[in-house]
């Protein structure tokens, strides 16, 4: 188990924060990039993967959507659908 480390919860927060304002500005790209950064230090989010998923759709980037509508599935454990 990881030790609690307040400052890189900061910088977490603030980069998903910083997303989240440059989403609102419609600036998707920018968003993209800082989820990304957060998502390097806690990939564990399912909501910031599912965020990163849409945005990866909408930017083209089907790859990265895919990989991480597959953490969401895994996380969350959903059931498959046949």
Avoid: R, W
């Avoid at 945005?55 to 990265?64: G, H, I």
């Amino acid at each position: 188990m990881q030790q609690y480390q307040p400052l890189l919860a900061l910088k977490y927060s603030c980069l998903k924060n910083l997303g989240m304002l440059d989403l609102k500005a419609g600036d998707n790209a920018k968003a993209f990039d800082f989820f990304l950064e957060a998502l390097q230090l806690d990939d564990t989010d399912t909501a910031l993967l599912y965020k990163v998923g849409c945005l990866a759709e909408k930017l083209d980037k089907f790859d990265v959507a895919t990989a991480a509508f597959y953490e969401v599935h895994f996380f969350i454990k959903l059931p498959v659908k046949n």
